[in-house]
């Protein structure tokens, strides 16, 4: 999608007990710099709600739309839905996606085993330092969007 240009969001701040606090609910949105791309971000804290998982009471899922169709990636940290892990729209047809590997611990195991091939073999890793601090430089200008109540660039905070 390009390099995030610009984020404004909305943070809210909610005590789980007195001593942890949670950034919940939030929504962000990014503009990207290349023409018509753009993300929303959505946040919620359900600890109430009962969810099939292995991890936490929130359900995860990234649902990706373009012009001809749209990926809907279920079931990251949860079994919420009784849908396949990974749906496919387009032209007008619904189909599964075959994923072998879709729980959210693989892929922490999966970049670990990567990261470890790299190290051990030469070559060069899939997500470098420079992706690391594009991706704290936009969770950071996220935050400063909602501590200032508009909308941030990136290179604000990079």
Known sequence: MGEPKKVVAWINHNSIVPTKRVDVPATAMVEFSLPNR????????????????????????????????????????????????????CDGKTEHVKADRWDWADSFVDCTRHFIDVLRFGGEPRLTGEDGRAVTALALAAEQSAAQNREVFVTEVA
Not at 53 to 61: E, I, Q
Not at 63 to 82: F, H, P
């Open 38 to 89: 753009h993300a929303v971000f959505d946040f919620a804290w359900t600890p109430k709600m009962v969810i099939n998982s292995k991890y936490y009471a929130d359900d995860n899922r990234v649902e990706i739309i373009c012009e001809r169709g749209m990926i809907l990636i279920n079931t990251c940290s949860t079994k919420t839905y009784d849908l396949p892990p990974v749906l496919l729209y």
